[in-house]
Each structure stands twice: as structure tokens, then as C-alpha cells.
């Protein structure tokens, strides 16, 4: 009797090692790149809020941080120097948008101030930078 033999197809796998090293890889560029997205400017703790909705204009930003001291662009400026630089920066254009970023441990008085300063520099829209309170 004359015997058949048939060859047995290997099996189909899938190795998975590859696939694991790539998602490892991923994992560890998402985590690195996100340490190194920091807001620039001057470092102050802004008051939370719940409602607020997120900027994408261009904006203006002056600082103030907890010792009442203004900034703009990162320089340190006085408040005639923050009123003759806002009049350049604004020009012609008075709905410019400028952001104010104080710190929350800041009297409320230099903030109005500050705003004062800002509105009579020209500025036509004023915001006051805050945190998503969860």
C-alpha cells in the first residue's frame, strides 16, 4: 500500500515582542515630551475657577507675581514703563487682547491697579488669567 504523507503547514503566529518594544517606546517619548511642556513666563499660582473657557487668540501677557511686581514679555517694569510699553504694543488695533496672570495670593488692590493701567494704555479686551478648579 503506497503511503501519502502530507506536509503539515506551520502555524500562523503572531509575535507579539515587537509590537510590546513599540508601545514602550511610545509610552516613554509621550511621558518625556510632557515634562517639557512648561507655560512660559513668570511663575505664579493663579486663582481657580470652574468655569472658564480656554484662550487661543494672541494675546498681550503681563505678570504679577505675589510681591506685586509687574511684568512684560519677562522684564520687570514699572507702572509708567508697563503704560508707554502697552501703548506701543497695542497701536492702532484697540481690540488687542491683553491677559493679566496674578498671582492668587495677591492684594486685590495692585491687580485693579494694574487693570487700570492696562485699559488706559488703549486696550479694548481685558482677561484675568485663571485655573480649571476641578
Known amino acids: 500500500m503506497l503511503e501519502i504523507k502530507y506536509k503539515r503547514k506551520p502555524d500562523a503566529l503572531l509575535n507579539m515582542t515587537p509590537i510590546i518594544d513599540i508601545v514602550f517606546l511610545l509610552l516613554i517619548f509621550f511621558l518625556l515630551t510632557t515634562n517639557f511642556m512648561t507655560q512660559e ?22 505678570y504679577i507675581t505675589h510681591e506685586g511686581l509687574a511684568f512684560l514679555k519677562n522684564e520687570q517694569v514699572s507702572d509708567a514703563q508697563l503704560y508707554a510699553r502697552l501703548k506701543s504694543l497695542i497701536g492702532d488695533d ?9 498671582d492668587r495670593q495677591i492684594v486685590l488692590n495692585r491687580v485693579v ?17 485663571t485655573e480649571r478648579d476641578f
Open 94 to 102: 484697540p481690540q488687542r487682547l491683553v491677559t493679566v496672570k496674578a
Open 113 to 129: 491697579n494694574v487693570m487700570d493701567i492696562i485699559k488706559s494704555a488703549g486696550a479694548g479686551r481685558l482677561c484675568i488669567a
Open 41 to 62: 513666563g513668570i511663575n505664579v499660582n493663579l486663582p481657580l475657577a470652574e468655569n472658564t473657557a480656554p484662550q487661543t487668540q494672541e494675546e498681550i501677557t503681563v
